[in-house]
């Protein structure tokens, strides 16, 4: 059993983060901002995949103004996001649910003050952004883009926004490579209770998106540190989402859907595995009830596996088993193990 690390709960719109909330999982828009129809588009496609917060760039005053109209049309909590220009703060401060600013490059704190006070007419959070590749120049000159570095910029910051009277605060720490991303987050954990967003930045395409985030996320998970989090991949956005959650369910945190067990294959087996398993993840993506189900290809490791799985099936050499928690129910020809593997799991789900 994972113990989160106990941290102040915060509102992103409707959206608890940190406390005893669950651990959202959130996606930032690609398309321009000031493009509201593209815009309203993409958040809604990350809305159908489960996405729990959107984020979108605010780079220039178009971006700015189109925040309420775009607003008026989605249902996800929106989290603008800042780079340079403080007044594009105070302008999305009217419309959204939060605003993100990255203090190495906002500028003097008189603009952080001016973010603050507007934060605090409308009680939005702010999430400080820290990324290692853009850290205030007295941290770097001392630091270097070390974690260290990122570890005192937030220190810092957060600091600045206590000594405001400010704590509605949620923070990142994000490097581009696993190892200074787990340890900025490990380093800063003890300081604070505030809640983490937790990613990896530029982590690349699908793939290596999918390693780096895996490895530095579910790290810091199982360690019970993080509160919300974001893959981040270089020209999606359902799949953000989806490798979110799958990282939150196979750390234990979320418990939804199927755990389908399948050998890795091997001159052993006796059928089309490979389909077989595409088949089962397809026909049964539908299924939000929690069960483990295997699919084996042949006898070695299969009848192991079914002790411990909802359901099971095993296939042998022009037939197979189904197996239902550790108990044969049926065997029957390898045309026919299929079909009715899927008909127990469905009826396993609607049992639960």
């Known amino acids: 059993m994972i113990k989160r690390y106990p941290t102040k709960k915060i509102y992103v719109g409707n959206v608890p983060i940190g406390g005893d909330a669950p651990i959202s999982v959130q996606s930032m828009t690609f398309s321009k901002t000031s493009d509201i129809k593209a815009t309203v588009e993409q958040i809604n496609r990350l809305h159908f995949a489960g996405a729990n917060i959107v984020r979108v760039a605010v780079p220039d005053k178009e971006a700015a103004n189109a925040l309420k109209e775009i607003k008026s049309q989605v249902a996800l909590p929106l989290v603008a996001d800042i780079h340079f220009n403080y007044k594009l703060a105070l302008i999305a401060a009217e419309v959204v649910d939060c605003i993100r600013i990255n203090p190495g490059n906002i500028g003097d704190k008189k603009r952080v003050e001016e973010v603050v006070k507007a934060c605090k007419q409308r009680n939005l959070p702010i999430r400080i952004g820290v990324n290692c590749g853009s850290l205030e120049k007295e941290f770097e000159n001392k630091y270097g883009q070390t974690a260290q570095g990122m ?23 994000k490097a581009s490579d696993v190892q200074r991303t787990v ?132 296939y042998g ?36």
């Open 151 to 173: 570890i005192a910029s937030a220190d810092y910051n957060i600091k600045y926004l206590e000594d405001l009277g400010f704590t509605d605060i949620k923070v990142s720490l």
């Open 317 to 352: 050499k022009g037939s197979g088993l189904i197996i239902k928690k550790g108990e044969t129910i049926a065997k029957l020809p390898t045309d026919k193990l299929l079909d009715r593997f899927l008909k127990e799991v469905e009826k396993e789900a609607n049992n639960k």
């Open 183 to 314: 340890e900025a987050y490990r380093g800063l954990r003890p300081l604070n209770n505030y809640p983490f967003h937790l990613g990896v930045t530029e982590a690349g395409t699908q793939f290596h998106s999918t390693v780096k985030s895996s490895i530095a996320l579910g790290s810091l998970l199982l360690d019970g540190i993080g509160d919300t989090l974001r893959v981040s991949m270089t020209g999606e956005l359902e799949k953000e989402i989806e490798v979110g959650r799958a990282i939150l369910k196979d750390a234990g945190l979320v418990k939804e859907g199927l755990n389908i067990i399948s050998c890795p294959t091997c001159g052993r087996i006796e059928a089309d595995l490979v389909s077989a398993v595409a088949q089962v993840e397809e026909k049964t993506k539908h299924i939000k009830t929690p069960l483990n189900v295997s699919v084996m290809g042949c006898v070695v490791n299969a009848l192991g596996e079914a002790k411990s799985a909802d359901v099971a099936i095993a």
